[in-house]
């Protein structure tokens, strides 16, 4: 650990973070379920990890690994985006299980069970929270096809903003594939976002693709295959970040 953390200590979830355990958000859900340890002793929201304390993660040392890890991911239908090995009670097939990689790494935010595409994968925590935060205005790019015809209407009011979730979706880029799919850039990154804005206009979501996320694409990606970013992909990634 560097002095300042040494001293002031790093918050456990930050800790969990970039040791490429998960997301800061996830990593609260597992200090919540009493699953981690700092020096044998559970920890509790908020806890603070300093120098030479061990922590554990069901049981398992938990130590930041010093490789950087970053990989592009075609996840199919199916596949949930999460570390998590059961939801709501049920046994679910995980992306990271999915994978099988060799070194502890974790999603980039979620793309929904039903929808396939661009996953990114990585073991750099703060790397994903920038990623992540949608002030930042980070693109990411989709392939959708819905249940009947569009309209030019349609598109044009994608573009502006629709109202779900108590808000308003911000301006986007849409523009039509044919005569029942469309591609949009979006900067944010709301709960089943393109679904839920397809759904206000009467329209039904019967395949949704990723397609980008900002300089990284799915070109030569086969579904369920990953690949390793090249230097200049995570050199020009960090560079937008």
Known sequence: MDEKTSTNGVRINKYLSEAGVCSRREADRMVE???????????VSGAKVFEGQDVTLDGKNVRKEEEEIYLAFYKPKG?????????????????????????RIYPVGRLDQASEGLLLMTNQGDIMEKILRSRYGHEKEYFVKVDHNITDEFLKKMGEGVPILDTVTKPCKVWREDDKSFHIILTQGLNRQIRRMCEYFGYRVVHLRRDRIMNITLAGLKKGRYRKLTLKEISELKRML
């Open 33 to 43: 379920q009493g699953r981690v340890c700092i020096d044998g002793v559970v920890a």
């Open 79 to 103: 596949i949930v985006c999460t570390t998590a090995t059961e939801e709501n009670g049920e046994k679910i097939k995980n992306v990271v299980e999915y994978i099988n990689y060799d070194k």
